[in-house]
C-alpha cells in the first residue's frame, strides 16, 4: 500500500467542528515520556528547547502544564495550521477524501512520532531536531531510532515523501528493500553563471505539498505514476530533473 508522509506545522489549534477523533496515536506512552520531561524543565530551558518569542513561549509553557493526552482531543489533520495546511483545506473534504487520507496519509511528529489523519491530540510545540535529553538519548532522531519508520512500514511497499528534510530524516536513513521512499520536490528554475539548477523556496514547497495530498485525495491516487500529471500552483512534472526516487515539479514562471 501506498503510504504518504507530511509534516506537522508549529502552529496548532484545537477543532471540534468538522470530525470527531476515531483513535489515540501509536506511541501514548512514549509521548507521555516526552510531556513527563518537558515538564521538568523551566520555562528559559523550555524557550531554548522552542527556539522561540516570549509570547510564543508564554503560551506553550501555559498548554503543556494543562496539557492532557487523552481529553478535548482534535483530529491530527485538523489541528495543524501552517501553509501545508491551508492548502491541503482538510476541513473542506467530503467523505471520500477523508476515506483516503485515512488509510494514506500520516504525519511525522516529534512529540507523537506517527500519527494517522484522524488520530485525537491536543495542542504541543517540540520540532523534530530539538535537541531534547530523553531516556539517554541527546535529541529525537536518537530518541525515537527506528521505532516510527517501523511502525510506517507495515503493510506498506512504497511511501511517497511530502515532509521536509527535518522529518522524512527520521525515517529515510532505515528505508530498505522492497519498501520504497519517493520523494516530491517543488521548485523553481534558476541560473548561474550559465549552469541551471532547481532551487525550493520553503513556503512555496509547503504550499505545493499541502495542494499535493489535496490531489491525491481527489484522485485517489494509488500509482505514484499518476502524480507525474499534478499541475496545480502552475507546477508541472520534469522528466529532466526526476529519478525513480524524486519526482521533481517545476513552477512554471
Same mark, same amino acid.
Given at each position: 500500500m501506498l503510504k504518504i508522509i507530511i509534516s506537522p506545522a508549529k502552529k496548532m489549534n484545537c477543532v471540534d *467542528?468538522?470530525?470527531?477523533?476515531?483513535?489515540?496515536?501509536?506511541? #501514548?506512552? =512514549?509521548?507521555?515520556?516526552?510531556k513527563n520531561q518537558l515538564m521538568q524543565l523551566s520555562y528559559d530551558e523550555l524557550k531554548h528547547l522552542w527556539q522561540c518569542n516570549d509570547k510564543i513561549a508564554t503560551l506553550n509553557y501555559e498548554r503543556l502544564q494543562q496539557m492532557s493526552l487523552n481529553t478535548n482531543l482534535t483530529p491530527a489533520l485538523l489541528a495543524y495550521e501552517g501553509l501545508q495546511y491551508q492548502y491541503m483545506a482538510p476541513h473542506i473534504f467530503d467523505e471520500n477524501q477523508w476515506? +483516503?487520507? !485515512? /488509510?494514506? $496519509?500520516?504525519? $511525522?511528529? @516529534?512529540f507523537y512520532g506517527l500519527l494517522r489523519a484522524t488520530d485525537g491530540i491536543t495542542p504541543y510545540r517540540l520540532e523534530? =531536531?530539538?535537541?531534547? =535529553?530523553?531516556? @539517554?538519548?541527546?535529541?529525537? &532522531?536518537?530518541?525515537?531510532?527506528?521505532?516510527?519508520?517501523?511502525a510506517l512500514n507495515a503493510r506498506c511497499s512504497?511511501?511517497?515523501? $511530502? %515532509?521536509? !528534510?527535518? &522529518?522524512?530524516?527520521?525515517?529515510?536513513?532505515?528505508v530498505t528493500d522492497p519498501t520504497k521512499m519517493l520523494t516530491c520536490t517543488f521548485g523553481e528554475l534558476t541560473e548561474k553563471n550559465g549552469v541551471k539548477r532547481v532551487k525550493t523556496k520553503a513556503t512555496a514547497a509547503k504550499m505545493a505539498r499541502g495542494e499535493m495530498v489535496r490531489y491525491m485525495a481527489e484522485h485517489n491516487i494509488q500509482d505514484v505514476?499518476?502524480?507525474?500529471?499534478? *499541475? !496545480?500552483? %502552475? &507546477? =508541472? &512534472?520534469?522528466? /529532466?530533473?526526476?529519478?525513480?526516487?524524486? +519526482?521533481?515539479?517545476?513552477? #512554471?514562471?
Open positions: *467542528d468538522v470530525i470527531e477523533p476515531e483513535q489515540l496515536p501509536v506511541f #501514548m506512552r =512514549q509521548a507521555a515520556e516526552i476515506d +483516503y487520507v !485515512r /488509510k494514506h $496519509l500520516m504525519i $511525522l511528529s @516529534g523534530m =531536531q530539538a535537541k531534547l =535529553q530523553i531516556k @539517554g538519548a541527546t535529541n529525537l &532522531y536518537n530518541y525515537w531510532t527506528n521505532t516510527v519508520y517501523n512504497i511511501i511517497v515523501n $511530502l %515532509a521536509s !528534510r527535518e &522529518y522524512s530524516k527520521v525515517i529515510e536513513q532505515y505514476e499518476q502524480l507525474k500529471a499534478f *499541475d !496545480r500552483l %502552475a &507546477y =508541472q &512534472y520534469s522528466v /529532466k530533473h526526476s529519478c525513480a526516487n524524486e +519526482y521533481v515539479f517545476i513552477k #512554471m514562471l
